[in-house]
Structures are given as structure tokens and as C-alpha cells.
């Protein structure tokens, strides 16, 4: 069955911390995605890749890193953390072929003190 | 500005009745529509799409896509309290690859 993993699931770090949020998927797929979530803004894209060593930048990149590492994992760095990258954070994947949509792995709430 | 607009914000329908949702793409380059639902607590799971002009109907869901308008609409019949979840619309220039997303309806289903 096909499933994005996502790590840790829950994390607190304070003001100016370093944070590295993993996901992982054994899809196969070509392309994933890194979106946060938040009240009266839905999902916002924050970066994504079309596979290993690739990265392109999404609709709010700022203060964000990501890196991909292989076809399965896809990072998330945040390396000066600010209370504003408070949120619910998901990774995606998808194929990048036919007509299927992205599936979403179950969410990092990150709370930045 | 939001390129997906979605209304209403919330809506609360009676058990088993029609629930109507709507979605507006701003960007007139989109081509493809689809919707998700979330369930409080858990992440978004794709519901149906729809790339072609005209309706598709799978089981109590039904959506329709007006492509000069850049309108989609989601309708429910028969709505459950299982049914209650945050829909949210989203739309891409290709096949799924970069979407953006509308900030969701907020349907409730009252027994």
C-alpha cells in the first residue's frame, strides 16, 4: 500500500534552533512536496522535487531549506526557527505520471517557542 | 490574494441532506481540479478530480467543472455526519505536479 512516513510527528524547539523534519516515501513516486498548513491560509507549498538531487522553490520558500537525498527521502530544514514557521507541516507524494494526485503523508506539528 | 477561492467558509447541512460547495480558480492558466477531504486531526485525502468540462458523479459525490470560468463545484447527497471535514479545492497547470490549494470549507453534518 502506498504511504508517506513522516518524522518526528510532533516537535517543539525554541526561537533561533536548528530543525530538520524527514519524510519518506516507498511509492515509487517522482515528485514530492513540502506544504504547512495553517488557519484561514490552507496549504501553502513550501518546496518540492521532481527526484534525487533535485529542488525546486514553492509559493513561500522563506526561511526554509530542503533537500533530497534520494528517490525516497525528502528533508525539511529550518535552521534559524521564528515562532511565524509555527505550524502543521505535510510532506506529499505523487508519481508524476497519469492523472494521480499528490497522497499526503499524516503531518509534523512543529510549535516554535 | 488567495488564486483558489473557495465558499462557503463553513456550512452545517441536516443528516441526509445537499451539501454545495465551490471552488474559483484565479489563475486562468489551471487545467485540473481536485478535492480533498480532512478530517480533523488527520491529513488530506483526495476525493475526486475532474479535468474535463461537464460532471462526474461517484457514488454520493458529484463535481462539475466549467473550465471558461475556471468553477468547480462539489455537491454531497445524502450527507452523513462522517461527511463533516474540511474540503479543500485544489488546482494545477499540469498533472498534478505544483497545486494550489483554495483555504477549504468547513462542513459540518448535523444528526
Known amino acids: 500500500e502506498a504511504a508517506v512516513t513522516q518524522s518526528p510527528r510532533n516537535k517543539v524547539t525554541v526561537t533561533g534552533g536548528n530543525v530538520t523534519l524527514s519524510c519518506r516515501q516507498t511509492n515509487s513516486h517522482n515528485y514530492m512536496y513540502w506544504y504547512r498548513q495553517d488557519t484561514g491560509h490552507g496549504l501553502r507549498l513550501i518546496h518540492y522535487?521532481?527526484?534525487?538531487?533535485?529542488?525546486q522553490i514553492g509559493d513561500v520558500p522563506d526561511g526554509y531549506k530542503a533537500t533530497r537525498t534520494t528517490q525516497e527521502d525528502f528533508f525539511l530544514l529550518l535552521e534559524l526557527a521564528s515562532p511565524s514557521q509555527t505550524s502543521l507541516y505535510f510532506c506529499a507524494s505523487a508519481p508524476g505520471a497519469g492523472n494521480q494526485a499528490p497522497l499526503f503523508g499524516e503531518g509534523t506539528r512543529l510549535s516554535v517557542l | 490574494q488567495q488564486k483558489v477561492q473557495q465558499s462557503p467558509e463553513s456550512l452545517i447541512v441536516p443528516e441526509g441532506g445537499m451539501a454545495s460547495l465551490n471552488c474559483t480558480s484565479s489563475?486562468?492558466?489551471?487545467?485540473y481540479f481536485w478535492w480533498y477531504r480532512q478530517h480533523s486531526g488527520k491529513s488530506p485525502k483526495m476525493l475526486m478530480s475532474i479535468f474535463s468540462n461537464g460532471e462526474k458523479e461517484e457514488g454520493r459525490f458529484t463535481v462539475h467543472l466549467n473550465k471558461a470560468s475556471l468553477h468547480t463545484s462539489l455537491h454531497i447527497r445524502d450527507s452523513q455526519p462522517s461527511d463533516s471535514a474540511l474540503y479543500l479545492c485544489?488546482?494545477?497547470?499540469?498533472?498534478?505536479?505544483?497545486?494550489?490549494f483554495g483555504t477549504g470549507t468547513s462542513l459540518l453534518v448535523d444528526p
Open positions: 485544489a488546482a494545477s497547470k499540469d498533472m498534478g505536479y505544483k497545486l494550489t
Open positions: 489563475d486562468r492558466n489551471v487545467d
Open positions: 522535487s521532481y527526484g534525487a538531487g533535485n529542488l
